[in-house]
């Protein structure tokens, strides 16, 4: 863990398998397009935050990424090979790609070399009972730097986010 870890969580459970944290995630009934406006504003107030003009909060599901809120990003469903998320869920910590045309992972993705035209990303995973149930990330069409209080602080964005959800929907 570091110090952009979600204050409380210790990453995903060496227990828990992908399978189970899938059923976790299913069991929420949050895999759905209905809007939510507590998410919507917690989303809005990041992105303004932060000064960029794409935010999200994105589930990861079996093959899909579900975007539930965000501003700026007019899918609301993608692939999971394409999505950026699913590689925080899979560490379960924090990622920064400040320019994503040189780095390998991401220089060819659809989303960089069309639109929306990414070209920074940070996001932090969503933590509910241990599981790893998505991100909220940080969006922008010009390469940036993210360190320090910043990184923190959404880092604690995520764990608001996750409060609300596991308030709301488990």
């Known amino acids: ?7 409380g969580f210790t990453g995903t459970s060496p227990g828990i398998s992908e399978a189970a944290r899938i059923r976790f995630l299913e069991g ?16 809005e107030n990041l992105a303004a935050y932060f000064s960029v ?8 599901g079996r093959r899909q990424q579900w975007t539930k809120a965000s501003v700026g990003i007019n899918y609301r469903l993608t692939d999971r090979a394409k999505s950026f998320c699913t590689h925080v869920v899979r560490s379960g910590q924090p990622m920064v790609v400040s320019d994503t045309l040189k780095d390998p992972r991401f220089s060819r993705n659809p989303f960089v070399i069309g639109d929306p035209n990414i070209r920074f990303y940070a996001g932090s995973p969503v933590v509910l009972d241990q599981h790893v149930i998505g991100a909220l990330c940080l969006i922008d069409t010009t390469s940036r730097i993210l360190t320090g209080s910043k990184l923190r602080m959404l880092a604690h964005f995520s764990v608001i986010l996750g409060d609300i959800v596991e308030y709301k929907y488990n």
């Open 1 to 7: 863990m570091n110090d952009l870890t979600p204050p």
């Open 28 to 43: 929420l009934n949050i895999l759905n397009f209905n809007n939510d406006r507590e998410l919507d504003d917690l989303v």
């Open 53 to 60: 003009p794409m935010a999200s909060f994105s589930l990861i």
